[in-house]
């Protein structure tokens, strides 16, 4: 996806959550290309891998000329559930103006053995672990959606109520 921010204050907001599982291939690619003044980009991808999965993340911010003032921020987690899944995130930031701020930043990681550990200690076996994971990354993306009748529904389709 696209977006050209071309007028003054111009703003983008993504919120992109996924579960991706078995041998599929998820591939994301956002742009945002600040082209007004004062503008403002706030790009947050979160998810799971697990099984076989492949994910694959682009996010660029693109502070063109003119941009004075724009302001752009990137920031994606990933949960890697499996040792087979294959995660590519590639953030890049593009700058032809003085007065901009970019950021971005990324959090990938597994389950550490500690955390597995003391879950397993209390009863849970790694298939529970692995399972109460991937709801919480569901439940979180759908508790931000802002209908709370579509909300409802999505939570009782996955059984999480």
Not at 35 to 61: H, P, Q, W, Y
Request: proline share 2%; with cysteine; aromatic share 4%.
């Amino acid at each position: 996806m696209k977006v050209n921010l071309e007028g003054r204050d111009s703003a983008l907001k993504i919120d992109t959550a996924y579960l991706t599982t078995d041998d599929n291939l998820l591939d994301i690619n956002y742009e945002a290309n600040h082209i007004g003044e004062n503008t403002m980009s706030d790009i947050s991808v979160s998810g799971a891998l697990c099984d076989r999965a492949e994910k694959r993340f682009r996010g660029t911010i693109d502070f063109r000329y003119g941009s004075s003032g724009a302001k752009g921020n990137e920031l994606e987690n990933v949960l890697m559930l499996d040792p087979d899944v294959v995660n590519k995130t590639i953030p890049v930031i593009l700058c032809a103006e003085e007065d901009v701020e970019g950021n971005h930043g990324a959090t990938i990681g597994k389950l550490d053995k500690e955390s597995m550990d003391y879950m397993q200690s209390r009863g849970l076996s790694e298939e529970v672990i692995r399972q109460m994971m991937k709801t919480a990354y569901i439940t979180s993306a759908i508790n931000r959606l802002p209908d709370d009748e579509l909300k409802e529904k999505l939570l009782k389709e996955e059984d999480l109520v």
